[in-house]
């Protein structure tokens, strides 16, 4: 009788420690993702000028968009272009300038605040600018939808971004250079790597078109 009351007694005691601790770390956790948005929000301000104040990317500037990539995915191409894994690392900063920036922003913290903050930034609905034949598109797309995803929303378990959603010229810009080989073919770029053999289906530019008008078609 003695032994259930004590045991009783501690359990409650152990669920009031718990309930305690509880609010300390929600109010910890509050606190500091608070700090970390505020944070992220200063050090995009730098990135706005060319991928927007919503970070729904300017055109003119070649700067995607970046609310519709999924975080982890972002996290990973700052770590590739500081490490010029991607980026075109031949260029200067004017035609290339990513991998400049991501080298002024690497620092694990920085970046976390930054995805933070992107993450946290309203979604978009990209205009379709590329033309192309879907159903050609379509077919081709079975060459991708093993890593990416039958409706491309992406596999994190395999780093496969969803592409439904992305800027179209974006994919073409990404596509032509998986195929010409400036991306995907540093020694470092163990994902980048895995589309340079896939994309040799996109015989031409208008395999291109086609298959990104056919992931136009996804979201
Ligand atoms: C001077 C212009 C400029 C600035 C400033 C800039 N970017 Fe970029 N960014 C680009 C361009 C152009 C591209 C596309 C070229 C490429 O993929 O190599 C790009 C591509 C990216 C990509 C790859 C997107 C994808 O879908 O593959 C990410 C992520 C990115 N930028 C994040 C950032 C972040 C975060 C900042 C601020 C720390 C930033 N950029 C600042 C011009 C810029
Ligand atoms: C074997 C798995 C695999 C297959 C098959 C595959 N991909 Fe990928 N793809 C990836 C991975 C992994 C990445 C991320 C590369 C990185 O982190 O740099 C990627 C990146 C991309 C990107 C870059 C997106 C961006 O914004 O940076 C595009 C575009 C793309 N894939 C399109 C395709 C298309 C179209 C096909 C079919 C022709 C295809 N992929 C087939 C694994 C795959």
């Known amino acids: 009788m003695l032994a259930k009351q004590n045991s009783i007694r501690s359990s409650l005691r152990s669920t009031l420690l718990f309930a305690g601790l509880g ?6 956790g509050c606190a ?16 706005a000028q060319c991928h927007g104040p919503e970070a729904h990317g300017i055109r003119d500037v070649d700067a995607p968009g970046l609310t519709n990539l999924d975080g982890w995915y972002l ?4 770590e590739e272009f500081s490490a010029a894994m991607r980026g075109r ?3 200067d900063v004017h035609e290339s300038p990513m991998i400049f920036v991501a ?23 990209p205009a379709r600018t590329v033309m192309g034949n879907a ?3 379509r077919q081709l797309y079975s060459a991708c939808d093993s890593c990416h995803g039958a409706s491309a929303e992406g596999d994190v378990r395999l780093r496969a971004p969803a592409l439904a959603g992305l800027d179209d010229w974006h994919l073409v810009a990404e596509l032509r250079e ?6 995907g073919t540093h020694q470092g770029d163990m994902y980048g790597q895995q589309m340079v053999p896939v994309s040799r289906v996109l015989t031409d530019e ?8 056919y992931i136009n078609t996804l979201r």
Do not use: K, M, N, W
Request: proline residues 4%.
């Open 103 to 125: 080298r002024a922003y690497d620092d694990p913290e920085a970046v976390a605040d930054l995805v933070a903050f992107i993450d946290s930034l309203p979604g978009y609905s």
């Open 178 to 183: 998986f195929t010409t080989g400036d991306r």
């Open 32 to 47: 500091s993702a608070q700090q970390q948005l505020e944070r992220g929000e200063e050090l995009y301000g730098f990135c």
């Open 23 to 28: 609010i300390a770390f929600v109010g910890a």
């Open 206 to 213: 208008q395999a291109i078109f086609d298959i990104v008008a």
């Open 89 to 91: 690392p031949d260029r």
């Open 75 to 78: 996290e990973r191409q700052l």
């Open 135 to 137: 159903s050609a598109g």
